[in-house]
């Protein structure tokens, strides 16, 4: 009979066992707060131990569920058994949840909402870059809503992002349906806009009112005509022996591109007649923006016997703002004759001005009719300063070099000339 007592004794004890486990007191432990209701239910089973003796000692086949076995195969695939819904398998043993009736919510991260199949859900994700908001990211269109532009390599280039509906991607291109006008349209070589042609005041004069007015209108903004005389060289050339003076000057008249050009040139000694003296009458054209090609005649008074010849020639401001004038000339005689001048003036001050000049006058033949030898027959080297009282008025003072060479030298010693002379200037550069 003992022994007996002893066996019932030690299975009531084992039977009692699991539900003393499951009904430990977790309120010591961070986060676990047992609700008040629920201690009073956890005592009774205990005051009551010897009547429930009987039914307590049939769970007997319950052993499995004290070995530690079951437990840690079960809390292995607690994540994705704990979270369906449906029986387990037949003849597995039922083990009771040990935390069931605690209050977890106090537990850090505890915050799972139930039966959610996304392991993020009920996280607060809001500190992590780019998750402003948004859904179980499992679930279709959990993007939606997720502000992209701040995830690493999810700039508004990526285009990955593109065609995504509700993101904050910035100004996208037209992908995203924006217009492409304006400033948005692509490089291209377009016609412009035509100009338009509804005016008010069609409204109320005539036709040929108001074309007359448009060609008043074009010919006052861009369209009129200028005229200038301008006089480069008026000086008096002071040099051992005999003085001499020179003059060089030209006028124009016309638009932007198409002028008639009148060009003089000569040189003498005081009381002595002239000694060269020309006139040019040319068509300028504008070829560019700095350049006109010039075609006409020129005619010699001095020396003589006089010469006509046909000329054709350019003008440019080469870069670096030199003045660059060149000709050829063709005589009545057939004498081929060419000319290269440039100047540069350079600005001391607003109004002083030293300009270095230089000339140069060829010949493809000898013509001793008029002292003019082959090759390079003259050159002028001068440097003159002046100052602008006025634009328009600018008196100035220099030096000039002048030489023959060749035959020319040789013509010019059998009249009793040097080939070359130095002279001190002094003159006015006008314009008018």
Known sequence: MQPKLLLIAGGAALGLATPAAAQMDHSNMPGMKMPAPKAPAVKKPVAKKAAAAKPVARKAPAKPAARSTPRTRVGSAAKPAASRSAKPPVGEPVVADPHAGHDMSAMPGMNMPEANPNPSAGHDMSAMPGAAGGTNPAEPGAMQGMDHGSMPGMGQ???????????????????TGAAMVGTNLPAGNAPPPPIPTDRAADQVYTA??????????????????????????????????????????????????NRLVLKTEGEGSIGRSLEAAEVQALY????????????????????????????????????????????LFLSNKGDLLGRLEGYYDQRITQRLILQPRVEFNLAAQDVPEIGIGSGLSTAELGLRLRYEIRREFAPYVGISYDRRFGDTARFARAEGEGAGSTSFVVGIRTWF
Request: aromatic content about 12%; cysteine-free; proline content about 4%.
């Open 157 to 175: 280039g990526s285009g990955a992002m593109q065609g995504m509906s509700g993101h904050d991607m910035g100004s996208m291109p037209s992908a």
């Open 208 to 257: 040929a009112t108001m074309a007359h007015s448009q060609q008043h209108l074009q010919s006052m903004h861009g369209g009129q005509n200028f005229s200038q005389v301008i006089f480069n060289l008026a000086e008096v050339q002071i040099r051992d022996g005999r003085d001499g003076y020179r003059w060089d000057g030209s006028a124009w008249f016309g638009g932007d591109i």
């Open 284 to 327: 300028s054209r504008a070829v560019g923006p700095y350049t006109d090609i010039q075609l006409g005649v020129r005619y010699d008074f001095k020396p003589n016997p006089s010469r006509v010849y046909a000329s054709v020639g350019f003008e440019t401001l080469a870069p670096g703002f030199f003045d660059v004038e060149g000709a």
